[in-house]
């Protein structure tokens, strides 16, 4: 069946990188687009970027200087890179297909 | 960017009320709106494809309905899981956008 499971670091400092992976399994990554979607605590939803099944990206406007998404197609594995992360990026990040299959989602907190 | 406005932000409402939210669009999206429910410390679960399609395995107290810019969630008769945020989505255009979501709680 089909299954999405973000990992990464819970804290991360100001200014550092943050790296997220969604590994997934029961699709394949060169036939669906894979999303990245955050939760800030207590507040609502946004859209952050995804690659699509032909390995192009797309990113939200506000977030494209700092942001990049990739792939391992031969370890189902997709990755998030944030930069220069300040305290409004907390949130869960989830990853979802397509907005039909979700993750579980990963907190991510930065703080000093 | 396409703004999704979304209302109510929070109602209350008691069990069998017929229930309505709503998201208006600030540009054409046509039928690219998704409907999500979502229960604390759980990911979005769609309810709608391309706002009026019930999604597989949605009770049909669920519908979806569009109004020019207007997109409209209706749960029929509220039943006590039904409690939970509700988000709409814009995927016309990117960025995609949500609505700022609307809580439903039990009165």
């Known amino acids: 069946q089909v299954q999405l499971k973000e990992s990464g670091p819970g804290l991360v400092q100001p200014s550092q990188t943050l790296s997220l992976t969604c590994t997934v399994s029961g699709f394949s990554l060169t036939s669906n687009s894979v999303h990245w979607v955050r939760q800030p605590p207590g507040k609502g939803l946004e859209w952050v970027g995804a690659i699509w099944s032909g390995g192009s990206t797309e990113y939200h406007s506000a977030l494209k200087s700092r942001l990049s998404i990739s792939r391992d197609t031969s370890k189902s594995q997709v990755f998030l890179k944030m930069n220069s992360l300040q305290t409004e990026d907390t949130a869960v990040y989830f990853c979802?297909?397509?907005?039909?299959?979700w993750g579980q989602g990963v907190m991510v907190t930065v703080s000093s | 960017d396409i703004q999704m406005t979304q209302s109510p932000s929070s109602m209350s409402a008691s069990l069998g009320d017929r229930v309505t939210i709503n998201c208006q669009a600030s540009?054409?999206?046509?039928?690219?709106l998704i409907w999500f429910q979502q229960k604390p410390g759980k990911s979005p679960r769609p309810m709608i494809y391309?706002?009026?399609t019930l999604a597989n395995g949605v009770p049909s107290r669920f519908s979806g309905s569009r109004s020019g810019s207007d997109y409209s969630l209706t749960i029929r008769s509220l039943e006590s899981e039904d409690m939970a945020d509700y988000h709409c989505?814009?995927?016309?255009?990117?960025?995609?956008?949500f609505g700022a979501g609307t809580k439903l709680e039990l009165k």
């Open positions: 979802t297909k397509y907005f039909d299959y």
């Open positions: 540009q054409d999206i046509g039928k690219n």
């Open positions: 989505l814009q995927y016309k255009q990117y960025p995609y956008t």
């Open positions: 391309f706002a009026t």
